[in-house]
């Protein structure tokens, strides 16, 4: 089992940034892919970055290509998100996510706003 807490949300101004967090419970070891998800209010959930085990590709959803940088720390067991010039259209309650065969990890969640 692996249990995945995320921190860093907030309440930033448009262009402002941040970083989110997300830190797991136990190593992961093996091919995985770890992965930044969104979902605002009314919308389906939408992949926002992935990373795979090693750090070797990263992939980004176009809205956020160029602005939006995933990252991971192995000895941490920890994934992050670094977000820049943020946008209103960014705010979302976000999910950390770690991808390993069949299975599907998903952290609690935490709140992005971006005011206008």
């Known amino acids: 089992q692996v249990q995945l807490v995320e921190s860093g949300g907030g309440l930033v101004q448009a262009g402002g940034s941040l970083r989110l967090s997300c830190a797991a419970s136990?190593?992961?070891?093996?091919?995985?892919?770890m992965g930044w998800y969104r979902q605002a209010p009314g919308a389906q959930r939408e992949r926002v970055a992935t990373i795979i085990s090693g750090g070797g590709s990263t992939t980004y959803a176009d809205s956020v290509k160029g602005r939006f940088t995933i990252s991971r720390d192995a000895a941490k067991n920890t994934v992050y998100l670094h977000m820049t010039n943020l946008k209103p259209e960014d705010t979302a309650v976000y999910y950390c996510?770690?991808?390993?065969?069949?299975?599907?990890?998903w952290g609690q969640g935490t709140q992005v706003t971006v005011s206008s």
């Open positions: 996510s770690v991808h390993m065969g069949p299975r599907d990890y």
């Open positions: 136990a190593t992961i070891s093996g091919i995985y892919i």
